[in-house]
T-cell receptor, first 109, second 113 residues
Framework: DAKTTQPTSMDCAEGRAANLPCNHS???????VYWYRQIHSQGPQYIIH???NNETNEMASLIITEDRKSSTLILPHATLRDTAVYYC??????????FGKGTRLHILP | EAQVTQNPRYLITVTGKKLTVTCSQN?????MSWYRQDPGLGLRQIYY???????DKGDVPEGYKVSRKEKRNFPLILESPSPNQTSLYFC????????????FGPGTRLTVL
């Protein structure tokens, strides 16, 4: 089954850019890459998505490699409120959604 | 306000006592799904529904039932809860499918004694 691979945890200093990588080597050509985050035990929150081109919104930027096998979520100026678990999403052939275990991002004051 | 609501938010029950967790969305979304979240295991999909009267198993469907009689509601039913179903449950919806932005509810923390 298709699945994503992310580091278990990362640290980032407050005010610096946080770069979160994700490998999605089995993603098919017409599937978007989605990123969500979950703060403590709240419901996951959508951040950004992309297909081929780099994307930017008010929350983050998404860089997708040309072969689409990996992507990087960038939080340009991380704050303490960005401490969360970040999920990169893939889905399998039956249209189910598979969340990985995500990356626990710690923003250090 | 566009949202996904779940009730109850917290529930403590005993083994074998049937329960239902409700989920409702006001965005006219076609796709709805249920997840459970356990420490160290992340979010795992239980069931999903592509449209009214259409439901399919996710990765961990055993011990759960769902129904989709109306577009806005997608209740999760535990006919005979067991302690291994103690978990944090999330409902989600999206406009048309899995490859679309998912909107999550606030979660239901269930404890089965």
């Amino acid at each position: 089954d298709a699945k994503t691979t992310q580091p278990t945890s990362m640290d980032c200093a407050e005010g610096r850019a946080a770069n979160l990588p994700c490998n999605h080597s089995t993603i098919s050509g017409n599937e978007y890459v989605y990123w969500y985050r979950q703060i403590h035990s709240q419901g996951p929150q959508y951040i950004i998505h992309g297909l081929k081109n780099n994307e930017t919104n008010e929350m983050a930027s998404l860089i997708i490699t040309e072969d689409r096998k990996s992507s990087t979520l960038i939080l340009p100026h991380a704050t303490l409120r960005d401490t969360a678990v970040y999920y990169c999403i893939d889905k399998n052939r039956d249209d189910k959604i598979i969340f990985g275990k995500g990356t626990r991002l710690h923003i250090l004051p | 306000e566009a949202q996904v609501t779940q009730n109850p938010r917290y529930l403590i029950t005993v083994t074998g006592k049937k329960l239902t967790v409700t989920c409702s969305q006001n965005m006219n979304h076609e796709y709805m799904s249920w997840y459970r979240q356990d420490p160290g295991l992340g979010l795992r999909q239980i069931y999903y529904s592509m449209n009214v009267e259409v439901t399919d198993k996710g990765d961990v469907p055993e011990g759960y039932k769902v129904s989709r009689k109306e577009k806005r509601n997608f209740p999760l039913i535990l006919e005979s809860p067991s302690p291994n179903q103690t978990s944090l449950y999330f409902c989600a919806s999206s406009l048309w499918g899995a490859s679309d932005t998912q909107y999550f509810g606030p979660g239901t923390r269930l404890t089965v004694l």
